[in-house]
């Protein structure tokens, strides 16, 4: 009986998925921005601390790696099955150095997570107690999983009208890999999402302030959005984006209250955060007490530049997402 194999000549490569992600910026942001939005919102409302969670995952990513060194792969029911994760031995500068954290707020988010019963030390290193999966966690990453899967699915099209692709891929056959393959996709993920943080939360020197300013934009990109259909006008690559967005007289903004609601993080710590945002010329403010972005199509601004970066990250985690694909079926 013949194995069967996947197709080499189905596989995608990097080069074509960053030119494609950029020539059609506009379309394909608009689901993507949301994605974001919700890996912020579920990722602070489990410790009401962007921190902590990120060295968790960290950590997490740390034990993927080794999973996939030793040809080791766990499906979605077997990871989450686990009556601990077991971390192995890590060190606290090493942490902090990766993740752009001083030592001791390293030590003292470790020590915290220690003190709610998330992990726990032992002798051979460190272990994540099942505590941490509760049901309503794991059914926000089902739904955050499928939502991913439903954006590379949808952007497959896109591929295909670039004829890069000659046909696209179901959402369920994406779904069905990384349910198989949970243990890598994830780790492919927080490859990409780990210096994504990192690198926000070196330009905005916190990830709370990122998220406020973050809630800003989406909703500023709605408006733009309502503008281009209003005036029957199509704009598709990065640079028609970032330039409409700088060039748009109508803005609406957003309240304080309004971004404490969404994002979960209290509304004296927003209205600090949206303070810090107007002194660094990261936002505006009209007389309503509305915030908006500023947003400029400078190869120097520092949002474009992150831009490109970023890109180059999805287009990575995209084409690993689209070959995983393609061996599983």
């Not at 009401?48 to 060194?69: G, N, R, S, W």
């Not at 003190?115 to 309503?136: A, L, M, R």
């Not at 927080?190 to 990830?207: C, G, N, Q, S």
């Not at 915030?291 to 601004?301: A, C, Q, W």
Request: hydrophobic content about 40%.
């Amino acid at each position: 009986m013949k194995e069967k194999l996947p197709k080499i000549t189905s596989a995608t490569n990097i080069e074509d998925i960053n030119w494609c992600l950029e020539e059609n910026y506009n379309e394909i942001f608009i689901d993507w921005f949301q994605i974001l939005a919700k890996w912020l919102d579920n990722s602070y409302s489990v410790f009401k601390d962007h921190e902590k969670y990120l060295i968790l995952i960290l950590l997490v990513k740390k034990t993927f790696d080794y999973y996939t060194a030793n040809f080791i792969q766990l499906n979605w029911n077997q990871f989450f099955a686990l009556k601990k994760i077991q971390l192995g031995k890590f060190s606290i500068i090493d942490i902090s150095r990766e993740l752009n954290i001083s030592k001791e707020t390293t030590r003292r988010k470790i020590e915290e997570l220690q003190k709610i019963n998330i992990i726990k030390k032992t002798k051979n290193g460190i272990i994540v107690q099942p505590e941490f999966y509760s049901n309503t966690f794991v059914k926000n990453h089902e739904i955050f999983r499928k939502s991913i899967c439903g954006f590379v699915s949808k952007f497959t099209i896109i591929l295909c009208k670039e004829k890069i692709m000659k046909e696209k891929i179901k959402v369920e056959l994406i779904e069905k890999a990384t349910y198989q393959n949970f243990s890598y996709a994830w780790k492919v993920f927080f490859e990409m999402m780990i210096p994504i943080l990192i690198d926000v939360k070196a330009l905005f020197k916190d990830l709370e302030t990122f998220h406020v300013w973050g809630v800003c934009t989406l909703n500023q990109n709605y408006e733009v959005q309502k503008y281009l259909k209003f005036n029957n006008m199509n704009i598709r690559s990065r640079k028609d984006f970032f330039s409409i967005h700088s060039k748009i007289s109508k803005t609406i903004g957003i309240n304080a209250m309004s971004i404490s609601n969404i994002t979960g993080i209290p509304r004296g710590t927003v209205f600090r955060k949206l303070q810090n945002l107007l002194k660094k010329k990261f936002l505006h403010v009209d007389n309503k007490k509305l915030y908006y972005p500023i947003l400029k199509i400078s190869k120097t601004d520092p949002f474009n530049k992150l831009s490109v970066l970023n890109i180059k990250r999805l287009s990575i985690f995209i084409n690993k997402l689209l070959n995983l694909t393609n061996v599983s079926t």
